[in-house]
């Protein structure tokens, strides 16, 4: 059985919040919000700091007082002074804020096939949630262009699309509206992420388009890293609607006969690789791959 499934889900208070985001050492920035007064006010301190008794203390005095309570999701350098792109350290989170039809959206974010479970689901508000992914070896391009895919494909806001961005800390009252709801984190998977967990990426939806449909494809969309993974990207989407696999095969070789010395095997192992992807682990150590011709096909 695998760790995820064996991980039992919970709701965490904030500094338990916090310190399942970053480690104690890590720098990163608080933000508080006071809309009555239009104030704004930032603080850079470790996690450690900012999980403390004294620390959580102020922002509960903060937070009855008018201010709505954010914590940063990526951690900054050390000495930063702002939470600017230039100052985080590493990327660390992908998430999505959810507001319009915000139930609706979760539901198809936890049937995806394209999209890991998330790591965290906040509940913002009584319809609003926040979505929150663990995730390491992507930089800050690669990271902003699966937020904005992420965001595109599930309706999440798309201000909220950048590495820099700050999301609701739990156990603080949300003061945007009148009810007084009290910001709610669920963990549901302690799984830290690679960016292939993700078969989504910015533009897929008109490369899917030209794969499937009666014109001659083109080349990969501005947005993509690289085409092999906009391949793998597209095996998975056919397979997970139910396309035979030997049709994808075909499919994609005809489309990298160019470019590539032996298509037809280039495919196969994509689609392979995208089969795997999409069971759990132990499955995947032990199932058969499906025998498939490598010679090339007739064209």
Known sequence: ?????????????????????????????????????????????????????DFQEWLKRENRAGSDVFVGMNPLKEGATSRSKENIREIRHVYLDLDEDAAASLARI??????????????????????????????????????????????????ATDATRVLR????????YADDFVVQAHQQSERVHSLRDFAIREGSAAFSRDY??????????????????????????????????????????????????DPLYYARLTVIKAQLSMMSPSAAQTAPLEQVPVNKPDR
């Open 1 to 53: 059985m695998s760790r995820e499934k064996q991980f039992e889900a919970r709701d965490l208070s904030a500094s338990e919040y916090v310190l399942a985001l970053h480690t104690p050492e890590d720098q990163i920035a608080v933000l508080l919000r006071n809309r009555s007064r239009s104030q704004t006010l930032q603080r850079i301190a470790t996690a450690e700091t900012v999980t403390g008794p």
């Open 110 to 159: 936890r049937d995806s096939s394209d999209v890991p479970p998330p790591n965290f689901v906040l509940d913002t508000s009584r319809e609003k949630h926040q979505v929150v992914w663990k995730i390491e070896g992507v930089d800050l391009e690669q990271a902003e262009s699966l937020l904005r895919s992420l965001a595109s494909e599930f309706g999440g806001d798309t201000a």
């Open 169 to 176: 800390m739990p156990g603080f009252t949300n003061r945007k």
């Open 212 to 261: 499937d449909g009666d014109r001659s494809p083109k080349r990969l969309p501005a947005g993509h890293k690289s085409q092999s993974e906009a391949d793998w990207a597209y095996a998975r989407r056919a397979l997970a609607r139910g396309d035979d696999a030997q049709e994808i095969i075909r499919r994609i070789a005809d489309y990298r006969a160019d470019d590539k010395h």
